[in-house]
């Protein structure tokens, strides 16, 4: 599933479960909790492990650990970005060089409907309009609130090296643009910080839902760009906040 979800300038692997004989890499056994059940343990390594063959991929240092950082996510080799998630049965993980991708993220859920408390609390009122209009004139069994935490989850992931404070539900504010029943496209701009504006897909299949979102240093640095008013592209509006605070 994940090959039909990075950019072309990302690597992505995946796994169903957890192989015989998963262990996290020596030097990565300090980051886990002490006393972490033996699950815990193989679900850490098999994430680990997809990391470091979206590395591989990429043709980068893939064979050394991938510490955590103070806020827990991730530490990539430098010169890399990527995300790894984790739900019942499925472990993925993607990666970039910094010198193709600005921002990347992942996640996975086994959709579950949430309740109407819980939408509330991480949907801005646009998208709770949104939702409303997916679920009335949607025939299919996705649970769409779930699909929008899941977003708002692989954003954050994206978001998180670029943000100086911790990010709220109501940070982001997602569009989903269905394709068919089984996946389509997403976007998501900030509200409020200056953070990269994002592109990205989703697809469901066997009770599985993957969200990927990213953007690409290329689109990054073409935004920034002036237009002069003979340029049929000029824009009246000032250069997106993002590209200003680059």
Same mark, same amino acid.
């Given at each position: 599933?994940?090959?039909?979800?990075? *950019?072309?300038?990302?690597?992505?692997?995946?796994?169903?479960?957890?192989?015989?004989?998963a262990? *996290?890499?020596? +030097?990565?056994?300090?980051?886990?909790?002490?006393?972490?059940?033996?699950?815990?343990?193989?679900?850490?390594?098999?994430g680990?492990?997809?990391?470091?063959?979206?590395?591989?991929?990429?043709?980068?240092?893939?064979?050394?650990?991938?510490?955590?950082?103070?806020?827990?996510?991730?530490?990539?080799? /430098?010169?890399?970005?990527?995300?790894?998630?984790?739900?019942?049965? =499925?472990?993925?993980?993607?990666?970039?060089?910094?010198?193709? !991708?600005?921002?990347l993220?992942?996640?996975?859920?086994?959709?579950? *409907?949430?309740?109407?408390? /819980?939408?509330?609390?991480? +949907?801005?009122?646009?998208?709770?309009?949104?939702?409303?209009?997916?679920?009335?004139? &949607?025939?299919? %069994?996705?649970?769409?609130?779930?699909?929008?935490?899941?977003?708002?989850?692989?954003? =954050?992931? +994206?978001?998180?090296?670029?943000?100086?404070?911790?990010?709220?539900?109501?940070?982001?504010? %997602?569009?989903?643009?269905?394709?068919?029943?089984?996946?389509?496209?997403?976007?998501?701009?900030?509200?409020?910080?200056?953070?990269?504006?994002?592109? !990205?897909? =989703?697809r469901?299949?066997?009770?599985?839902?993957?969200?990927? %979102?990213?953007? &690409?240093?290329?689109?990054?640095l073409?935004?920034?760009?002036?237009?002069? *008013?003979?340029?049929?592209r000029?824009?009246? &509006?000032?250069?997106?906040?993002?590209?200003?605070?680059?």
């Amino acid at each position: 599933m994940i090959e039909q979800l990075v *950019p072309p300038w990302a690597r992505g692997a995946e796994a169903l479960g957890d192989p015989p004989g998963a262990a *996290p890499h020596p +030097a990565e056994l300090r980051f886990l909790p002490p006393g972490a059940i033996q699950g815990r343990r193989r679900e850490f390594a098999t994430g680990r492990a997809c990391a470091r063959s979206a590395l591989a991929a990429l043709g980068a240092p893939a064979s050394g650990p991938l510490p955590r950082g103070a806020h827990g996510a991730p530490v990539w080799p /430098a010169g890399t970005l990527g995300s790894i998630t984790h739900c019942d049965g =499925y472990r993925a993980a993607v990666a970039a060089r910094t010198a193709d !991708g600005l921002a990347l993220g992942i996640d996975a859920e086994r959709p579950r *409907p949430l309740s109407e408390r /819980a939408t509330t609390a991480i +949907a801005t009122p646009e998208e709770l309009h949104q939702l409303r209009t997916l679920q009335r004139t &949607s025939r299919g %069994v996705l649970p769409w609130a779930t699909l929008l935490f899941s977003t708002k989850e692989a954003v =954050y992931k +994206a978001w998180h090296p670029h943000a100086r404070r911790p990010l709220s539900f109501r940070d982001a504010e %997602v569009r989903i643009e269905p394709c068919d029943e089984a996946r389509g496209v997403l976007t998501v701009r900030p509200t409020r910080l200056a953070l990269p504006a994002l592109d !990205g897909g =989703y697809r469901f299949a066997d009770g599985l839902l993957v969200t990927v %979102v990213h953007q &690409s240093l290329t689109r990054a640095l073409s935004s920034a760009l002036p237009r002069t *008013p003979s340029d049929p592209r000029a824009l009246p &509006s000032p250069v997106p906040e993002r590209a200003a605070a680059r």
